[in-house]
């Protein structure tokens, strides 16, 4: 078979139309976080730029580096990409897009924690204060931990899935896409390094899942008793935008996430589920990056005044809060 081998033009026509407007949206995001002044965003801003390159690299990295071509039943994908063209291989690429998604979600915790430190006063004094250093912390050790562990045991992991497809080459003979070097077969618990990686995702998602809830809600209740009125608008709203990328990406990348777990258990009969998850995974960073500018008043103020949608007072005003 020809491993390079596109995937179906309809996945192809729904990852990269997207370009046509998630393009212009990152522009505009970074636009004005590069250029904006205001107080508030003395330090945040440093957050959200890291953000949004992130979002922007990843969905770069889908659509021209990785271009996935999903191999149903069996949970494989063969990487027909840039990267596979250049000469790299489908482990390095596969725990390269594992390790994105990692740091992915250390990015949300640590917004978190910058915002939690940001809105309550005296936050040090708060017992809650150490459920989230635990999780920040926790996401960083994992995100640093994955990242020296699939470099350390590159020449075991790469044993282990020769022989994972060996093995099951002999099961499927039709398999034929198991022979090519772009082929990525993933066999959970099969051996210490893809147990390893299965068990610290899992946990660090359920972590991120329980905490940002919790995070919330205690901001919300202690806000008001640690700031002046200003100020708490503007902590109140810089919270809502940031709750709301945090349940973007807990739908666009938690339920893509929770249907290939369920795959690497299980597989998959229908590929069209499959390449719609990795719709999902693509578009999450223009959605998240799109409810920036929207539900962020001040980068919306900046945004419509340098364009001259809105008076410039009516900017500056705004800065003051």
Same mark, same amino acid.
């Given at each position: %078979? ?84 250049? /000469? ?12 994105? %998604? ?8 640590? %917004? ?141 990348? /938690?339920?893509?996430?929770? %249907?290939?777990?369920? /795959? ?58």
């Amino acid at each position: %078979m020809d491993c390079l081998e596109p995937s179906p033009l309809i996945f192809r026509i729904f990852t990269h139309s997207i370009h046509f407007v998630s393009l212009p949206t990152y522009f505009l995001a970074l636009f004005s976080l590069f250029f904006i002044k205001s107080k508030v965003f003395v330090t945040y801003r440093y957050f959200l730029l890291w953000h949004v390159f992130e979002n922007l690299f990843f969905e770069m990295h889908s659509d021209f580096l990785l271009a996935p071509a999903i191999q149903p039943p069996l949970c494989a994908i063969r990487t027909t990409g840039i990267l596979t063209q250049l /000469g790299m291989s489908s482990l390095v690429q596969f725990y390269w897009i594992a390790l994105v %998604m990692q740091y992915t979600a250390t990015s949300v915790s640590e %917004m978190f924690y910058f915002r939690y430190k940001a809105s309550i006063l005296n936050y040090k004094t708060y017992r809650f204060t150490y459920f989230i250093k635990f999780t920040v912390y926790f996401t960083r050790c994992i995100s640093i931990f994955d990242t020296f562990f699939v470099i350390l045991t590159s020449h075991d992991a790469h044993r282990f899935q020769e022989e994972h497809k060996a093995t099951f080459l002999k099961q499927n003979p039709s398999a034929h896409f198991l022979t090519c070097e772009n082929s990525y077969l993933f066999v959970p618990f099969s051996d210490y390094v893809s147990t390893s990686i299965m068990i610290l995702w899992i946990a660090e998602c359920v972590i991120i899942f329980l905490s940002v809830p919790g995070i919330t809600i205690f901001i919300n209740l202690k806000i008001s008793k640690s700031t002046s009125k200003n100020t708490w608008k503007v902590q109140k709203q810089l919270l809502k935008s940031l709750v709301i990328q945090a349940l973007i990406h807990s739908f666009t990348m /938690g339920l893509p996430n929770l %249907m290939f777990t369920y /795959g690497f258990f299980f597989g998959y009969a229908s590929e069209t589920i499959a390449y719609g998850a990795f719709v999902f995974i693509t578009y999450h960073g223009f959605v998240s990056t799109f409810a920036l500018i929207a539900f962020t008043k001040p980068i919306r103020d900046y945004l419509q005044s340098t364009f001259n949608i809105k008076k410039r007072a009516t900017h500056r005003a705004s800065m003051t809060f």
